[in-house]
């Protein structure tokens, strides 16, 4: 399929979906690409979100710009090259996090200076991560310079 412009009821939802990351796109104009692998929604030209297994994921530039405002992990140095690799994400490496988390929550992850530069799934709840310290924590759907960071920003 083409890229087009959203139709008025798509872009209501997706502005709808787009508010529970604290992401205001205003009065821009917004087109959807529908590909094989995921939709990607862009606004006025530029990469903002894409949809895949279900969930909307925003893009990475559009996460650092606004900030979320929940389901922040924090990670160390050392486990940021591991998930810049396509590692899933695993409890050692947490130095802090949001502990609303719930498994099946989308999660931003954070370097030590603050810039996101992924973005899952979390495979258990926060309580559970944290009281353990051990174990996988969040699949990595997304990370700065994968697949999609090249094919779409």
């Known amino acids: 399929m083409s ?3 959203l139709s008025r009821r798509d872009l209501s939802e997706l502005v709808l979906k787009l508010q529970d990351f604290k992401i205001a796109i205003g009065d821009g104009k917004v087109e959807v690409d529908e590909k094989k692998s995921a939709t990607h ?3 006025d030209g530029r990469p903002l979100a894409f949809e895949q297994d279900n969930y909307l994921f925003p893009t990475l530039k559009v996460i650092n710009q606004f900030r979320p405002g929940g389901n922040e992990i924090t990670v160390d140095d050392g486990a940021v090259p591991r998930l810049m690799n ?3 994400l695993f409890a050692q490496g947490i130095v802090t996090m949001d502990m609303e988390i719930i498994k ?3 999660v931003f992850i954070q370097n030590l ?3 996101f530069f ?3 799934i979390a495979t258990r709840d926060a309580k559970d991560i ?3 310290k051990q174990g996988e924590s969040a699949r990595i759907v997304h990370h700065a310079g994968d ?3 090249h094919e779409f920003g």
């Open 104 to 106: 099946g929550s989308m």
């Open 86 to 88: 396509g590692a899933n």
């Open 3 to 5: 890229r087009h412009f």
């Open 130 to 132: 944290m009281a353990n």
């Open 41 to 43: 929604y862009y606004i």
């Open 113 to 115: 200076k603050g810039v």
């Open 118 to 120: 992924a973005i899952g």
């Open 147 to 149: 697949r999609i960071y």
